[in-house]
């Protein structure tokens, strides 16, 4: 399996990474761990949002430096925690945020399909102004999604939203993103989604640069075995 992402001796202000600390293509990639263990910090070094004060990253074997900085950040494609959105329609925040990438919208038949996707049933003239927290984030995460990524990182996908609705989504992105190639790399505190849909985990722990950053990577399976030992145990 080819590497994704590969850090070496990263350090971003006062948070220091696991080196090497290694992400593969065609994994589901799943960041777990603690507040102040940089797992969003380091979903923004991924994309080129902010840079490292020490150390390397590589994205395809390539230094992230080496790569135009807009040319990376869409490639690797962030979708952060919070909501984008504009005033107006669903439509009309799709028509923005194309004409501020100096593209042409998608036909609307294509945009229904990434609301599906999303587990969104509204109309694209819908005004989002009313739409609940969860809500608007399904619809920024379909405009993500809309832009084609080859990489996309998420960022508490399923944080505002209902069990149900949180397998649901993650069912949807999981085939979507499959069928069409894209590497999902997602921040999630929510146990269950984390233990259904990751091929992989990476935890990291809180730590300050003057001891080792810390951090544990494990297959989906490794961990489901090790929950199966300790139940065995109990």
Known sequence: MNTLFR??????ADICYPSPLEISSGDRTFISGPSGSGKSTLLKL???IVSADEGSIYYRDKNVEEYDPV???R???LAHQAAYLFDGSIKENFETFYRYREESCPPDELLRSYLDICSLDFDLDADTGPFSGGERHRVYLAICLSFQPKVLLLDEPTGALDDKTAFELMDKLSIHCHNVGIDLVVVSHNEAVTAKYADSIIRLEATDCESEADSHKITAADDKADDKAGDDSE
């Not at 850090?7 to 971003?12: A, G, N, Q, S, V």
């Open 7 to 12: 850090l070496e001796h990263i350090r971003y």
């Open 71 to 73: 040319l990376l950040r």
């Open 75 to 77: 490639e690797v494609l």
């Open 46 to 48: 991924l994309s080129g």
